[in-house]
Structures are given as structure tokens and as C-alpha cells.
């Protein structure tokens, strides 16, 4: 099922005054400079901007003044972060990484510093969802877009490992801040 923004509203209630909400000008800047992202994303991001959904992941967030929730700042240092992991410490990253075709794209992160990506198969409509406990590091992946993760993730449709058991409350929410964690 792909999910659509309305699937999210009926679970997240869209803050009144989102904190940074990206606009064209944001998403016409980044594809100029040869980075297209999902619209599921985008959308998101529009309705939401910056925050915690349930206090425990974030999005980031090209328009975001927080460098850790700012998405070109957080993309750089977490494939960085990946790339030392491999040549510092022989860590076995078993994805390639982004430009690199197919490569993942971090988008978001967790309260217990678990990183969000996409796996850049294909249209950035059609990427799927890997999260890398950041303590280990494992990897979960979920053959989905981002709108059907977090849909299914706080219908709790499907479970997550890497994710703590108190994750989703019953009743999750989004809440708008500048905040990352």
C-alpha cells in the first residue's frame, strides 16, 4: 500500500505553526544542485517541518537552522561517519554510499542515535528504508517508501528491531521543534 499524506494526517496531527517548513524555493535549490528527493518526503516536511513524531525519530530538514536536524549538513556527516567506520574500524558497511547509484541517503535519525536512510534504487519515488542501529552497527531493512514506514511503523504493522519496545505509544504524535534528541 502506498501511503499518502492524509494516511499520516489520520495518525499525526499536523502542527498549526510548523517549525521550518521547506518550501519550492528550498526543493528547487537542492535538485539544481543534482539532489532530487521523494515527494512523500517533500510533502511531509511541507505539512509537518521539523520535529519529533512520538518524541523518538526526526526528519531532517533542508530548511532547518538546527545543524543536526539540517538535511545537506547531517547527509555529509553521516556518510562520513560511514566512511570512517569502514576504513578506521574494518566495520562491514554492506550498502554503498550515496552519489554512488544505489547508494543509502540518510534522511532522518532516532533519539537513540539510529540513522534513517533511503536506498537510492531506481526514482527517488520508488526508494526503500534501511535503519542502522548505530550501536552495533546492524541494519533493518524495510522494502517500503518513507510515507508506508512510518505508517505502518506506528500502526505497529510492522516492527522495526533496531527500535525500542515503548516505540510507537499508543497514541503518537508530532510534535514541532528545533530540537534534534
Not at 521550518?20 to 517533500?42: A, H, M, R, V
Not at 533542508?62 to 578506521?88: C, G, H, M, T, V
Not at 526503500?128 to 511503523?153: G, K
Amino acid at each position: 500500500m502506498k501511503s499518502t499524506i492524509s494516511n499520516i494526517r489520520t495518525i499525526l496531527r499536523p502542527p498549526v505553526s510548523p517549525v521550518d517548513p521547506p518550501d519550492s524555493l528550498i526543493w528547487n535549490n537542492l535538485e539544481i544542485n543534482g539532489l532530487i528527493l521523494p515527494l512523500d518526503y517533500k510533502e511531509f516536511l511541507e505539512l509537518y517541518g521539523s520535529g519529533h513524531i512520538d518524541n523518538f525519530i526526526f526528519l531532517f530538514n533542508p530548511r532547518s537552522r538546527n545543524q543536526n536536524l539540517n538535511l545537506s549538513l547531517q547527509i555529509e556527516l553521516q556518510l562520513q561517519a560511514l566512511r570512517d567506520l569502514k576504513k578506521l574500524f574494518d566495520i562491514d558497511i554492506p550498502y554503498s554510499l550515496f552519489p554512488t547509484k544505489g547508494g543509502i541517503l540518510p534522511f532522518g535519525a532516532t533519539d537513540n542515535g539510529d540513522i534513517l536512510f533511503w536506498i537510492t534504487r531506481g526514482e527517488p519515488n520508488d526508494w526503500t528504508i534501511v535503519v542502522m542501529d548505530s550501536r552495533a552497527p546492524e541494519w533493518s531493512e524495510h522494502n517500503t517508501n518513507m510515507l508506508d514506514f512510518l505508517f505502518d511503523i506506528l500502526k505497529k504493522n510492522i516492527n522495526c528491531p533496531i527500535f525500542p519496545q515503548g516505540f510507537p505509544s499508543e497514541q503518537p504524535d508530532f510534535k514541532p521543534s528545533l530540537k534534534a534528541g
